[in-house]
């Protein structure tokens, strides 16, 4: 009698919950630039009309928050923090003052857009995105300079849901027909994006942490079993 192993089965390949989110935000972002910013591509475009006066305030909050939301994924790589850690850090660091530069200007151009006939209610709601977006921000930065993981990883998610507060509102407003609506129709999407971005971003955590426990309690692979006594030919 010979020691014969058996042929050992491919690991199943598990798809992470954050995986399906980028692919998520990536749809998005693919949307957004086709049906809501394809006027950056047409100078002759009305919508330049309406951005002429604040464009010099619009130019650095939309490149900060593009790229905020970039950088932001990055910051979920667990094989970037693992491999270079010094490049992680660095751009946790650049993500951090691009929403310093985004959340703030956001508010102060929606109010500046209220003498172009834009109601109140949008600053307010700007101002309350800004807040929480920084809130989150600031205490995932904080939690990190005191080595709290787990805290940082919890308040960076809900940091980079806000930051996508932007596509959401868009997608929704153009998916469902409602910007055809008028303002409030728009308002009540913007508000309803930004009081769900702290608990989408807890269930994601959620998510994330019950199919990482599951893969842990997954039995031994075949790899791990003991080899079958097999009759030598």
Known sequence: M???PMPQPRAPVRVRAKYVAFAVVGLMIAYVLQHNE???LDPDDPAWSHYATIKWWLLPHGLAGALAIFLGITQFSTRLRARHLAVHRWVGRTYVALVLVAAP???YIQYVEEAMGMQRSFTLAAIV??????LAT????????GKRIDLHRQWMTRSFVMATVFLQVRVIAGVSGW???????IETIVWICVASAYPIADLALMM??????RELRRPPG???RDAVRLPAG
């Not at 910007?179 to 129709?185: K, R, S, T």
């Open 179 to 185: 910007e055809a609506l008028g303002p409030m129709a």
């Open 105 to 107: 200007l956001g508010a």
């Open 208 to 213: 994330e942490d019950r199919l990482s426990r």
């Open 138 to 145: 600031g205490v995932a930065f904080w939690a990190i300079r």
């Open 2 to 4: 010979s020691t014969v």
């Open 129 to 134: 995105d800004a807040c929480l977006w920084l």
């Open 222 to 224: 075949a790899a791990e």
């Open 38 to 40: 394809a006027f950056l």
